[in-house]
Each structure stands twice: as structure tokens, then as C-alpha cells.
């Protein structure tokens, strides 16, 4: 008959496989940091909304760091997704 797979190996490598959560790549930090600049700063534009943020310029310099950020991680993505699709064109 068919055995079962619950005692399986397979099934207890994929428990111990799920159990660990993965440590984040370089690629995943920049994405965490990246979301947590915009997420501040929309808490700035809606402090800046009800009228409870006294420099206006302090906000305006981190929204265009936040945007800065942005672009330069677009730009990063830009390159790996030119560079792949260069490998991927070449002959072998």
C-alpha cells in the first residue's frame, strides 16, 4: 500500500524547512528601508495636513530624500533587469 506521508522525511524536512524564517538578503534591506522612509513620511504629510508640523522645509528636504531614495532604487533595478536580459540574449 501506500505509506503515509506524515512520517515521511520529506514531510519532516519540509516542517523544519518552514519553521526557520529566511534572513533577509541586501536586496530585501533596502526594501524594508525604503518602506519605512515613505511610511514616515506620510505620517509627516498628514502631520503637515492637520497643521501640527512647525518647519515646513524639514518636511519638504525628507520628501525629496524619500524621493531620491526611490530613484535611486529604481535605477538599481533598472541596471539588474538590463543585465539579465543581456545574459539572457547571448548564445551559447
Known amino acids: 500500500m501506500i505509506e503515509a506521508i506524515a512520517g515521511s522525511a520529506l514531510a519532516d524536512s519540509l516542517s523544519v524547512a518552514t519553521a526557520k524564517p529566511l534572513a533577509p538578503t541586501g536586496f530585501e534591506k533596502v526594501l524594508t528601508q525604503l518602506e519605512k522612509s515613505e511610511n514616515s513620511l506620510g505620517g509627516l504629510l498628514n502631520d503637515v495636513a492637520t497643521g501640527q508640523v512647525g518647519s515646513l522645509h524639514q518636511v519638504m528636504l525628507r520628501m525629496e530624500e524619500t ?8 535605477q538599481a533595478r533598472n541596471k539588474v533587469l538590463e543585465a539579465y536580459q543581456e545574459v539572457m540574449r547571448m548564445q551559447v
Do not use: D, G
Not at 67 to 74: G, I, S
Open 67 to 74: 524621493r531620491m531614495q526611490f530613484e535611486l532604487f529604481m
